[in-house]
């Protein structure tokens, strides 16, 4: 069965700092991940997306990598802002197709202080 | 139009009502879903339309009934339920055959059962 964990469950970072927020999974055999932001009280932003035979993804100050091989992806967030703060979710669709299940991870809540 | 429009944003009811919750998309997505997500919490799967037809349930009560009329809309009708069943609701869509561009999720009903 597919377990997706983030680490850390909660960051807190002062502005500007460069961060890496992780995202592990037990079975190498996914189709794609995305990662998505939540605001408190909000629905889900989608952030980026990686398909499984991609190994990194950019969009602005955002990064993530996917090492199906180690059953890992991270997220990168370059020169962090006060407008960063929120849950970050990483979610994978297993298997090879995309009528798979999208799995979410527990989530890491970012603070950046000003 | 890339949004998934959920209404409405803020329901309260009580455990005798009857209510209904809407999600509408017009990007031509034919994967529609609900997930319910609690407080610091994953959204959780509930339902997964593809083509307008329930392919899957995730052995959810049935004072939750789902219903897609057509390919643009997702409802979710509610009966009877218990406060336990306070929590965001989410829509999301997504494509069903070729390359899978991820999920597109709205807003999120807030549901308070009192």
């Known amino acids: 069965k597919q377990e997706v964990t983030q680490i850390p469950a909660a960051l807190s970072v002062p502005e500007g700092e460069n961060l890496v927020l992780n995202c592990s999974f037990t079975d190498s055999a996914i189709y794609n991940l995305q990662w998505f932001r939540q605001d408190p009280g909000k629905g889900l932003t989608s952030l980026l997306l990686?398909?499984?035979?991609?190994r990194e993804q950019t969009s602005g100050r955002l990064n993530a990598s996917l090492d199906k091989s180690s059953g890992r992806s991270t997220l990168y967030i370059a020169a962090s802002q006060p407008g960063d703060s929120a849950t970050y979710l990483c979610?994978?669709?297993?298997?090879?197709?995309?009528?798979?299940?999208?799995?979410f991870g527990q989530g890491t809540t970012l603070q950046v202080k000003p | 139009d890339t949004e998934v429009t959920q209404t409405p944003k803020h329901l309260v009811m009580g455990m005798t009502n009857k209510k209904s919750l809407k999600c509408e998309q017009h990007?031509?997505?034919?994967?529609m879903y609900w997930y319910k997500q609690k407080a610091k919490k994953p959204p959780e799967l509930m339902f997964v339309?593809?083509?307008?037809?329930?392919?899957i349930n995730e052995s959810v009560p049935s004072r939750f009934s789902p219903e897609c009329p057509n390919s643009s809309l997702l409802n979710l009708h509610l009966h009877a339920l218990q406060p336990e069943d306070s929590a965001l609701y989410l829509c999301?869509?997504?494509?069903?055959?070729?390359?899978?561009?991820?999920?597109?999720f709205g807003s999120g009903t807030r549901l308070t059962v009192v």
């Open positions: 990686i398909q499984s035979s991609q």
């Open positions: 999301a869509s997504g494509r069903t055959g070729g390359l899978d561009y991820g999920y597109t």
């Open positions: 990007m031509g997505h034919r994967a």
């Open positions: 979610a994978l669709r297993g298997g090879s197709s995309n009528t798979g299940k999208l799995i």
């Open positions: 339309y593809s083509y307008e037809k329930l392919s």
